[in-house]
């Protein structure tokens, strides 16, 4: 009998713990997918995730990882930098920022943060902060579904110092299922391709065409038509740019930027390939230097780039 009635004891306690420990993880799970959190953050996908979307298409990153940084960044839109500067991850000022400023305790007090005009603004920026940012590029050889990948790969790169950083994107992202946005993005990319990392030059977004690549595998991976690609380059039909080339995924300007004022014409050079190296339309280029039949390009002639 006594034996019997200590695993009737055993059994009561066990089941006491199991009960307490299922209270407390009710608790917290409550906790943190509360009323005002839950409703905040679908507000906040539900408004943004066609940015995120835009910028994945533009610029390669994926709109989960977008959407997870900009919640968390910005408690969901409803942090001070987001609500004063519509600065939605947190960048800061650097030595090359000229806009409006706001100062803010972080990892040191009063840090310079940026403030921009709109949320818009704040997308693009964190676009263009990560494409140019040097010790984010092993990032863009990443699938575009590997939002994991990215996630650890922010941590290590040094975006944030939260050594949980990592994990409570990946977390966000599988809460709200934010992976859903990543399969609106670019076309497919062939068995073995790797994803072009974009760049900027002269402020305008372009990759660099691979050996054994054409125009077509361009478009297909960044869901362009292919008729439109070749007229942002000004390339002929069954033209393929020799590999290295600059190949453009908007319009280029009429003008270099005001880093590149003259270039001297080298050895091998065309109208076409200079246009491409500097992001400058064809027709603009041959304006500004009065390029015509009647005066060529010659080696070693110096060229007006703006």
Not at 208 to 218: C, H, S
Request: charged share 25%.
């Amino acid at each position: 009998m006594k034996k019997i009635s200590s695993v009737f004891v055993r059994f009561r306690h066990t089941a006491i713990v199991l009960t307490v420990m299922a209270l407390v993880s009710c608790s917290v799970s409550r906790q943190s997918l509360s009323v005002n959190d839950k409703d905040a953050y679908a507000a906040y996908i539900s408004k943004y995730s066609g940015m995120a979307v835009e910028q994945m298409k533009k610029y390669g990153i994926p709109a989960s990882i977008t959407l997870a940084q900009g919640l968390l960044e910005s408690d969901a839109g409803r942090s001070t930098l987001a609500t004063k500067c519509n600065n939605h991850f947190g960048i800061k000022c650097h030595s090359d920022w000229t806009g409006r400023k706001m100062y803010h305790d972080d990892d040191a007090k009063q840090e310079c943060f940026r403030c921009y005009r709109d949320a818009d603004d704040s997308f693009r920026d964190h676009s263009v902060f990560l494409v140019n940012g040097a010790r984010y590029k092993s990032l863009f050889e990443l699938g575009r579904t590997d939002y994991k990948g990215w996630a650890r790969g922010l941590k290590a790169a040094g975006y944030a110092t939260s050594p949980t950083y990592a994990t409570r994107l990946i977390e966000i992202i599988e809460r709200y299922g934010l992976d859903r946005f990543d399969s609106k993005g670019p076309g497919r990319l062939k068995a073995g391709q790797l994803p072009h990392q974009p760049l900027l030059v002269n402020n305008q977004r372009c990759v660099r065409i691979r050996e054994g690549e054409t125009l077509k595998d361009i478009a297909r991976e960044y869901g362009m038509q292919l008729s439109l690609l070749r007229r942002f380059n000004e390339a002929e039909r069954k033209f393929t740019p020799p590999a290295g080339t600059n190949i453009y995924l908007e319009r280029k300007k009429s003008r270099a930027d005001r880093e590149h004022r003259t270039y001297v014409v080298k050895k091998g050079d065309s109208l076409w390939s200079i246009s491409q190296q500097f992001g400058i339309r064809m027709n603009a280029l041959a304006r500004r230097n009065r390029l015509s039949d009647d005066n060529p390009l010659t080696v070693g002639m110096t060229l007006l780039l703006r």
